[in-house]
């Protein structure tokens, strides 16, 4: 599956944004979903992961209570909705889906697709 992740930009700490994660190429229900992002010269950070039908999500305790994980498999697409973002909220958010099991769901290596990115700026 192909994923193209989109909804990035600059935002004034304590706003909010949404990114969308749109897939192609395959069915988007026979996939597990999940955002990671990466601040430059920093390993890349689990933040949000979701089953493939939507029935059970987990998050970073970075963001819990503050981001939302949730898709649209007839939209082909998994959302995260930030609010409350923090300066140090700032980093690319990538897309990522997977088959199989929903284990080791924060796992990078475990994900098979990967989205371009898309930047996040939070000004504080």
């Known amino acids: 599956v192909q994923l193209q992740a989109s909804g990035g930009g600059l935002v004034q700490a304590g706003g909010s944004l949404r990114l969308s994660c749109v897939a192609s190429?395959?069915?988007?229900?026979?996939?597990?979903a999940a955002w990671f992002r990466q601040i430059p010269g920093e390993d890349r950070e689990f933040i949000a992961a979701?089953?493939?039908?939507?029935?059970?999500?987990d998050y970073a305790d970075s963001v819990k209570g503050r981001f939302t994980i949730s898709r649209d498999n007839a939209k082909n697409t998994a959302y995260l909705q930030m609010n409350s973002l923090k300066a140090e909220d700032t980093a690319v958010y990538f897309c990522?889906?997977?088959?199989?099991?929903?284990?080791?769901?924060?796992?990078?290596?475990?994900?098979?697709?990967w989205g371009q990115g898309t930047l996040v700026t939070v000004s504080s």
């Open positions: 990522a889906a997977r088959g199989g099991s929903y284990s080791n769901y924060e796992i990078e290596s475990r994900y098979s697709s």
């Open positions: 190429g395959r069915p988007f229900n026979l996939y597990h």
């Open positions: 979701i089953t493939w039908s939507g029935s059970a999500t």
